[in-house]
T-cell receptor, first 112, second 114 residues
Framework: GEDVEQSLFLSVREGDSSVINCTYT??????LYWYKQEPGAGLQLLTY?????DMKQDQRLTVLLNKKDKHLSLRIADTQTGDSAIYFC????????????FGKGTRLHILP | EAGVTQSPTHLIKTRGQQATLRCSPI?????VYWYQQALGLGLQFLLW???????NRGNFPPRFSGRQFPNYSSELNVNALELEDSALYLC?????????????FGPGTRLTVL
């Protein structure tokens, strides 16, 4: 089946690390994405990882992929108030006409 | 370089009317995607156009349609509007196909059906 799941809410104190988790069901996924949506704005691509990678780091962002468990996570180090947004996990299914499946999004709330 | 643009920003219609939403991709991108983001449902894939042709569509009724013009801009048409069509409609563009290049999203059009 085709399903991407993520928890709906996450609260983190400013300065701490945020970890947003995502699970997917289709093993044919090739690229996995993290998008950020701020209020009133469109989706912004944060980072992506190819399915043959385990980890990707980009400044404060670290993506971990466990392909065996079909688990993807996004870690944001030193979380700031500007990180407050909805984060979408998505997978690209190259065997399904390049279909992209999105999760419902995780709302990240930053506590002072 | 300009990003993906969409118009209008907001659109208010009544039930039964038709809505037309427009999207201009990033220069050089030939693929345009349409998504619906309804409250509580996350993003739902609607349509994918590439080189003027519809390549794929999501699980939406035929009253959701669109087209891509020779300059790669695109229109999304929603006929016989229903209340549940109220949503944020996002357009994204990428280079040909989606295999090696990711999608870049526009700011969206908020459609409200009264």
């Amino acid at each position: 089946g085709e399903d991407v799941e993520q928890s709906l809410f996450l609260s983190v104190r400013e300065g701490d690390s945020s970890v947003i988790n995502c699970t997917y069901t289709d093993s044919s996924s090739t690229y996995l994405y993290w998008y950020k949506q701020e209020p009133g704005a469109g989706l912004q691509l944060l980072t992506y990882i190819f399915s043959n990678m385990d980890m990707k780091q980009d400044q404060r962002l670290t993506v971990l992929l466990n392909k065996k468990d079909k688990h993807l996570s996004l870690r944001i180090a030193d979380t700031q108030t500007g990180d407050s947004a909805i984060y979408f996990c998505a997978e690209l299914l190259m065997n399904r006409d390049d279909k992209i499946i999105f999760g419902k999004g995780t709302r990240l709330h930053i506590l002072p | 370089e300009a990003g993906v643009t969409q118009s209008p920003t907001h659109l208010i219609k009544t039930r039964g009317q038709q809505a037309t939403l427009r999207c201009s991709p990033i220069s050089g991108h030939t693929s345009v995607y349409w998504y619906q983001q309804a409250l509580g449902l996350g993003l739902q894939f609607l349509l994918w156009y590439d080189e003027g042709e519809e390549r794929n569509r999501g699980n939406f009724p035929p009253r959701f349609s669109g087209r891509q013009f020779p300059n790669y801009s695109s229109e999304l048409n929603v006929n016989a509007l229903e209340l549940e069509d109220s949503a944020l409609y996002l357009c994204a563009s990428s280079l040909a196909g989606a295999s090696a290049d990711t999608q870049y999203f526009g700011p969206g059009t908020r459609l409200t059906v009264l």
